[in-house]
């Protein structure tokens, strides 16, 4: 009951995310097939295959793979304009789209491995897929904080006038890192993680319960981190000091996460959508807070 009382969270993480990526892709969309079209083209027909494959695999609802393909073609297109701008030729494989991608495949696969076990545990994710909320609450971090206009602004702000402007993009990919780590923890600390404990009391709770880590789900989540960090710094060309930048705040955002779902959503206080939104966010907040520090070349 209090999860049903809670869906206006749900709706609002929709309400924040999808409009502004929708007004995003139709913007940038114009101002590329104007200036040059091959991006918008590009842009457009991967993120609507995306969408259609997530559809045809069952790994998300039509609503949850629209989502996915204009919040991934609000990425595709904000992180092609770093490229353009150092007269570097477009390619699909150096914007977002390979972490998204890398996202997608570890959320996949893990989320059906073990399916039998997890449905005995009543664990297991709905066979429809992920609805639109739960995309929105998984990407739209990295949609919102790698949009040209949130880039503008952090270029120009005097704590990140030092960060060299492909850096900032740390902040969106360590929100996908997150988004990776914290369903593939849990997905996988579930059938080979034995009895978890409460993030908070070390208490022995059973697997699926919300605040619960072990040490096989941790390592699954800080390598799938890794991963997308990894691949994600090499297509955007951002280097050792990217993925360290990204990976550390996609690590931090697994725990907070954890935090969350052991007090404010075991309580009643958050869903589940508004935990996965407020941990992205605060993987990419970690990641700005890392970049503000740095010293100055």
């Known amino acids: 009951m209090a999860r049903i009382k809670l869906i206006w969270q749900s ?8 409009p502004f990526a929708g007004a995003s892709v139709v913007l940038q969309a114009h101002w590329w097939a104007v200036n040059y079209w091959p991006t918008a083209a590009w842009t457009l027909g991967l993120s609507l295959l995306l969408g259609l494959v997530v559809l045809q695999l069952g790994a998300a609802t039509p609503g949850g793979a629209f989502a996915g393909a204009t919040i991934t073609a609000s990425l595709m297109f904000s992180t092609a304009t ?3 701008s150092e007269m570097i030729p477009y390619a699909p494989w150096h914007t977002a789209l390979i972490p998204v991608l890398a996202v997608f ?4 696969i893990s989320t059906r491995l073990g399916r039998e076990q997890k449905l005995r545990l009543g664990t297991a994710e709905l066979r ?17 904080v790698s949009d040209g206009l949130a880039q503008t602004l952090l270029v120009d ?7 060299a402007p492909t850096l900032l993009l740390a902040a969106g990919l360590a929100a996908l890192a997150e988004a990776a780590a914290d369903t593939v923890s849990s997905e996988i ?14 208490h022995r709770v059973d697997p699926g319960t919300d605040g619960a880590i072990s040490l096989v789900g941790t390592l699954a989540g800080v390598s799938a ?7 994600g710094s090499w297509a955007l060309g951002g280097g050792a000091a990217m993925f360290w930048i990204s990976c550390a705040g996609g690590v931090f955002g697994l725990f907070f996460d954890s935090l969350l779902g052991a007090t404010l959503e075991r309580r ?9 939104f407020l941990s992205t966010a605060s993987a990419a907040a970690f990641a700005l807070g890392v970049l503000a520090v740095l010293p100055h070349p």
């Open 225 to 231: 981190a890794g991963i997308v960090a990894a691949v």
């Open 157 to 163: 702000s005097n704590w990140f006038s030092h960060a």
């Open 268 to 276: 009643g206080w958050l869903n589940n959508d508004a935990v996965n």
């Open 105 to 108: 495949l570890l959320a996949d």
């Open 189 to 202: 600390g579930q059938i080979l993680g034995g009895r978890p404990r409460m993030i908070t009391t070390l």
């Open 82 to 84: 770093f490229f353009i």
């Open 11 to 18: 709706k609002l993480v929709l309400l924040l995310v999808l």
């Open 128 to 144: 429809e897929g992920r609805s639109a909320s739960q995309v929105a609450a998984n990407l739209g971090v990295a949609g919102l």
